[in-house]
């Protein structure tokens, strides 16, 4: 009678923990109807959204896959054109003044930049040429013969300041480079801000990527001589 009855006991026992834990799960359980869980949570069938990458400056913004289908159909423009021929000439005059330093300069520090200056600009100019030649746009006859169009770019030198350069040795070389190198990547700069306030212009995804490159790089570039310009100066 005892046995029997102590097994009752534990089955009551048994059955009242079973109950308690289910009782407990269920209350810590994540309701699916709260609202605080589907916020974060997109809905089944749902597209993600798509981003387009903004102008230098501007923010991203969604775009539907309609949209995006459209992108892929965009054409260049004259002004992207415009700003290929000049950038061109443009870069071509940069490696004209790096041409200078090699000789001009014994400062490593500035010869260092003077070659980064050369790799990028003449792998950008070959790449400015080939998408003007792609696109069967004009493509200047050389480089080195777009430099010196009667047309200069902002930023661009004269001939009389081309000639105060080469004219120039040790420091005073080094102050005027830097001071006429900053002045240039600022116009290349301006350049690409006026191709992106152009009406449809810089929109072709491999212009929109190079021209974003170019504010990237040069800006970079200006705070780095910028700070070789204060070295110069606390000689």
């Known amino acids: 009678m005892v046995c029997s009855t102590s097994l009752m006991a534990f089955q009551y026992l048994a059955t009242f923990a079973l109950v308690f834990l289910t009782m407990a799960c269920r ?110 746009e004009g493509t200047p006859e050389n480089a080195e013969h777009n430099a010196h169009g009667t047309m200069l770019m902002p930023g661009m030198l004269t001939p009389d300041q081309m000639a105060e350069l080469a004219a120039a040795t040790g420091s005073d070389f080094d102050r005027l480079f830097l001071e006429y190198m900053i002045m240039h990547h600022h116009g290349a700069v301006i350049m690409v801000e006026a191709l992106f306030a152009s009406p449809g212009a810089g929109q072709e995804s491999q212009i929109f990527n190079f021209a974003s490159d170019v504010i990237a790089d040069q800006s970079m570039e200006i705070t780095r001589m910028r700070r070789m310009r204060g070295m110069l100066e606390d000689r």
């Open 27 to 136: 209350s810590t359980a994540v309701d699916p109807s709260s609202p605080d869980v589907n916020a974060s949570q997109p809905a089944i069938g749902t597209p993600v959204p798509l981003l387009q990458g903004g102008a230098p400056g501007e923010a991203s913004r969604n775009i539907t896959v309609e949209e995006a289908t459209d992108l892929s159909g965009i054409q260049h423009t004259a002004a992207d054109v415009e700003f290929m021929q000049g950038m061109i000439g443009h870069h071509a005059q940069a490696l004209e003044m790096t041409a200078l330093l090699y000789d001009q300069s014994a400062w490593q520090e500035i010869r260092m930049l003077a070659q980064r200056i050369d790799v990028s600009q003449a792998d950008e100019i070959k790449m400015m040429q080939g998408w003007l030649a792609v696109r069967n």
